[in-house]
């Protein structure tokens, strides 16, 4: 629920986005945005008048040189090990529009989320809105299909709704998954 980016155009050095500075800038993270539109946001707004600009102060020999910290104020994101993704979000506290936000933001890797039922295959999960509403203690984190067809994840205080829609890519994926697991089985 981090509301503030960044972005940071810096020299490059031996380390791993340790070298100097030449500048950074902020902006805000709207609720909901996926990560890819947040990385299209960061690079096509953000990073490239950034690194237009150092460009120029570089070219002009102007460009600042602001040391970075030894050692990161901020920790390292590490990967997720399988399956444990299904144990980050606390059904039964966090606020809907935090789960919301933050499997929005993953777009795609929606296993955080113990579906009723698997898409069908070839069908892709496409996360929709939410509503806050009450919800019983023993309905957190499980999803349910309602008489209306509509499927829904159950969060401390409402619903996350989503759907399955056909996607040729996650149809090849399932054909190729398939054909793997086959082979193994040989």
Known sequence: MDPVGGVTVHYIDEGEDTGDIIFQDTFQIPLGISLHQLKQ???NQ?????????????????????????KSPTLRARNLEKGEEKKIIDWATWDVKRVWHLVKGYSGILDFINYRDRPPFGHRIILQNYIECPIQDDFKGKSFLNAQGLRYVC??????????QFSLSSLLLSIRNLLFEFQKRE
Do not use: H, W
């Not at 950034?50 to 600042?64: D, F, R, V």
């Open 41 to 43: 946001y960061m690079i």
């Open 46 to 70: 953000v990073g490239t008048r950034l690194l237009m600009k150092a460009l120029n102060e570089i070219e002009n020999g102007t460009a600042p040189r602001i040391p970075q910290l030894t």
């Open 155 to 164: 969060c401390a205080n409402g619903k996350i709704f989503y759907k399955y």
